[in-house]
């Protein structure tokens, strides 16, 4: 079977059904943002993520700097995302020979800003030779109290679903850096084709216009772990019945809440949280601004649903929308139109095993 066939959470799903823990001291394993284990005390929180060249990011548009501060709040974010606090982090790199030491020098500059803005130590890692490019490991280790620990499992009917900050902004900031680096090689294989070297001087100083879009690129390029939102939860005293952080697309995370919380959702389409940027540049592409705040991937915000009565909490909160409602399973997963037709929620967010 290609794996492409049944893409990366069936992949998952496929290679771990079976493993059960051995030791008491794993409380949660595969299936949520972070494994969770407890040796006493405080619950201790692990994520991993890895980041390849050509699949998770493109240093033809993409700063190495900001490369190791957005490797660092990914996985920082997982931790936020259990409702815990992130300690410490281990950093392993796969190097070709056309990365200098001042480049490393630049990944580790945008590393650190990320773990000094959440007081995250890095403790270890490892680093190896590579014959494809660049590759990152990184995990992250947080705590957090048992009774604290949030899970994608816990959501109940009538809860209220929320999510922080915009959609689809993130995604847009990509397809901006795509259309972008299409057209210079566009222009670059046509002055090859022409023999015009002088062209082709003026080329590699190419600087595309960005103005008025640079939030898009900020949001795709310079990720940021939303560990405000849970200060502002704690401080109101909520806590969240389940949470996900939305990095493969609101879709995708809101039917993983479903489908391990056994419940179902209806979501309002007036409600989602839209940048002008984000509508501007779907409009100048020609796609559709609510497929792109559904699906689009890498925000990094937070969704998470609470209990119906503390509703008069959260209207409190900054940058955080009531987007919808969970309901019985039996009534499916439902995206409700502006103009009132209903529409079942589909997974076509970010799947890198996927065809």
Same mark, same amino acid.
């Given at each position: 079977m290609?794996?492409?066939?049944i893409?990366?959470?069936?992949?998952?799903? *496929?290679?771990? $059904?079976?493993?059960?823990?051995?030791?008491?001291?794993?409380?949660?394993?595969?299936?949520?943002?972070?494994?969770?284990?407890?040796?006493?005390?405080? #619950?201790?929180?692990?994520?991993t993520?890895?980041?390849?060249?050509?699949?998770?990011? %493109?240093?033809?548009?993409?700063?190495?700097?900001?490369?190791? =501060?957005?490797?660092?709040?990914?996985? @920082?974010?997982?931790?936020?995302?259990?409702?815990?606090?992130?300690?410490?982090?281990?950093?392993?790199?796969?190097?070709?020979?056309?990365?200098?030491?001042?480049? @490393?020098e630049?990944?580790?500059?945008?590393?650190?800003?990320?773990? +000094?803005k959440?007081?995250?130590?890095?403790?270890?890692?490892?680093?190896?030779?590579?014959?494809?490019?660049?590759?990152?490991?990184?995990?992250? @280790?947080?705590?957090?109290?048992?009774?604290?620990?949030?899970?994608?499992?816990? #959501?109940?009917?009538?809860?209220?679903?929320?999510?922080?900050?915009?959609?689809? #902004?993130?995604?847009?900031?990509?397809?901006?850096?795509?259309?972008?680096?299409?057209?210079? =090689?566009?222009?670059?294989?046509?002055?090859?084709?022409?023999?015009?070297?002088?062209?082709l001087?003026?080329?590699?100083?190419?600087?595309?216009?960005?103005?008025? $879009?640079?939030?898009?690129?900020?949001?795709?390029?310079?990720?940021?772990?939303?560990?405000d939102?849970?200060?502002?939860?704690r401080?109101?005293?909520?806590?969240?019945?389940?949470?996900?952080?939305?990095?493969?697309?609101?879709?995708?995370?809101?039917?993983? @809440?479903?489908?391990?919380?056994?419940?179902?959702c *209806?979501?309002?389409?007036?409600?989602?949280?839209?940048?002008?940027?984000?509508?501007?540049?779907?409009?100048?592409?020609?796609?559709?601004?609510?497929?792109?705040?559904? +699906?689009?991937g890498?925000?990094?915000?937070?969704?998470?649903?609470?209990?119906?009565? %503390?509703?008069?909490?959260?209207?409190?909160? +900054?940058?955080?929308?009531?987007?919808?409602?969970?309901?019985?399973?039996?009534?499916?997963?439902?995206?409700?139109? *502006?103009?009132?037709?209903?529409? %079942?929620?589909?997974?076509?967010?970010? +799947?890198?095993?996927?065809?």
């Open positions: 290609d794996i492409s066939q893409g990366e959470f069936g992949l998952i799903d *496929r290679l771990t $059904k079976d493993l059960k823990p051995r030791n008491a001291s794993t409380v949660q394993g595969v299936g949520d943002d972070c494994a969770v284990l407890d040796y006493g005390g405080k #619950a201790v929180l692990v994520t993520d890895m980041l390849m060249e050509g699949v998770h990011f %493109d240093l033809t548009y993409t700063d190495l700097r900001n490369l190791g =501060y957005k490797s660092a709040m990914v996985n @920082i974010s997982d931790v936020f995302a259990m409702n815990g606090t992130p300690r410490q982090l281990t950093v392993s790199l796969a190097l070709s020979k056309r990365f200098t030491v001042e480049d @490393i630049l990944f580790y500059e945008g590393l650190r800003a990320a773990c +000094n959440w007081q995250v130590d890095i403790v270890g890692g490892d680093t190896t030779s590579s014959y494809t490019g660049l590759a990152i490991s990184i995990t992250c @280790i947080g705590e957090a109290s048992r009774e604290d620990i949030v899970y994608r499992h816990g #959501a109940r009917e009538t809860d209220l679903v929320c999510v922080t900050g915009d959609l689809g #902004a993130a995604y847009m900031g990509l397809q901006l850096l795509e259309r972008e680096k299409s057209v210079y =090689y566009q222009q670059v294989n046509e002055a090859k084709r022409r023999g015009d070297r002088r062209a001087k003026e080329l590699s100083d190419f600087q595309p216009d960005f103005a008025g $879009k640079e939030y898009l690129l900020q949001r795709q390029l310079k990720a940021e772990a939303r560990g939102i849970i200060a502002q939860l401080e109101a005293g909520i806590r969240p019945t389940a949470m996900i952080d939305v990095s493969d697309g609101l879709s995708s995370e809101l039917i993983h @809440i479903c489908t391990q919380s056994h419940v179902g *209806r979501i309002f389409e007036k409600n989602l949280p839209v940048d002008y940027q984000t509508a501007v540049m779907a409009e100048e592409l020609n796609m559709n601004v609510t497929t792109c705040a559904l +699906n689009g890498e925000d990094y915000e937070l969704l998470f649903t609470v209990p119906i009565g %503390d509703l008069a909490k959260i209207e409190t909160l +900054n940058d955080v929308k009531l987007i919808g409602h969970i309901t019985k399973e039996s009534l499916g997963r439902v995206l409700v139109t *502006r103009d009132g037709n209903e529409f %079942d929620l589909k997974a076509q967010g970010w +799947n890198p095993l996927k065809k």
